[in-house]
């Protein structure tokens, strides 16, 4: 993958917090936080369609059932598209309210991973949870931004985000979901960017957007560096893989933090990019009926 990919703009949207990119039902979905909105991209006629949320919300991500689950500033939420309704299915961290949802995944098994932060970006009180079955646990905490997870294709390597750390850590995963033998795969100068949304590819290696960076990374397996594309705004959130053959990665971006001059010579930022990855996702597996059973446990 070359530094100068053809990197294209395919949805001026603005975002102040563009984040989840979440390709199901031959659509792009994506969330502005701080909107906070809930978007569709329709990938063959370019129109986007946006949904109010409740609070600030981090991802929609796809239900066996063949509904939507949101994740959403105090809890988990169904998500009607058909009337924009969102439905409390089970309550998130009620005991940490300066704490928001930030980022999930769904894995082989249709087992939810999300993690939370805090929002006011100082404290260490994020932490990532596990959805199961069992209802949610509680696998990582003390973190101020997590971002991720993402899990490899058949669910045994799960990847998350120290985002001010700048750490990528990759911990097996046991046969229960726990994660054991966690390991820091890569290291981020924060004069490149801060490590933001993960997500893995058919090969196995992990695509991370940098916050601050102009660019997506691809690293292997093993922590290397494989690929820089550079973008053409400096706060790229995270990747997500669509389109046919699952081959175009569409990539999330913010306008926070920047401040007039820099909007100015960056008037896409918040906007949604893609480009041709040379290489295919993942499809995204939905989350389980039993997931969604053990959320009513809590």
Request: net charge negative; glycine share 14%.
């Amino acid at each position: 993958m070359p530094a100068g990919a053809d990197v294209r703009r395919v949805a001026a949207v603005g975002a102040m917090l563009g984040e989840g990119p979440a390709w199901f039902d031959d659509a792009l979905w994506f969330v502005d936080i701080k909107a906070p909105a809930v978007h569709r991209l329709d990938p063959v006629t370019g129109a986007t369609k946006r949904w109010t949320a409740p609070d600030q919300v981090g991802w929609v991500l796809p239900a066996a059932d063949g509904g939507i689950v949101a994740g959403v500033k105090g809890g988990l939420y169904r998500f009607d598209p058909a009337t924009g309704a969102f439905a409390l299915l089970a309550a998130v961290e009620r005991d940490r309210p300066g704490n928001r949802l930030n980022d999930a995944t769904v894995d082989a098994a249709g087992r939810l991973w999300f993690g939370s932060m805090d929002d006011a970006e100082k404290a260490g009180s994020g932490a990532i949870y596990r959805a199961d079955a069992d209802g949610i646990a509680r696998v990582v905490d003390g973190i101020a931004i997590t971002n991720g997870p993402a899990a490899s294709e058949y669910g045994r390597t799960l990847y998350y985000n120290d985002t001010l750390a700048g750490t990528i850590h990759a911990a097996t995963l046991k046969d229960d979901g726990s994660p054991a033998d966690t390991r820091v795969l890569a290291r981020i100068d924060p004069a490149d960017g801060y490590p933001d949304g993960p997500t893995v590819d058919a090969e196995g290696c992990v695509w991370v957007g940098l916050y601050a960076g102009h660019a997506v990374r691809r690293y292997a397996p093993d922590g290397r560096l494989l690929a820089t594309v550079g973008l053409p705004v400096a706060n790229v959130t995270k990747l997500a893989f669509g389109g046919p053959g699952l081959t175009t990665a569409y990539v999330t971006t913010a306008r926070k933090g920047l401040s007039a001059s820099e909007l100015a010579a960056q008037p896409g930022a918040g906007d949604v990019f893609a480009f041709d990855a040379g290489v295919a996702g993942l499809p995204l597996p939905r989350i389980s009926r039993a997931t969604l059973a053990g959320l009513a446990k809590g």
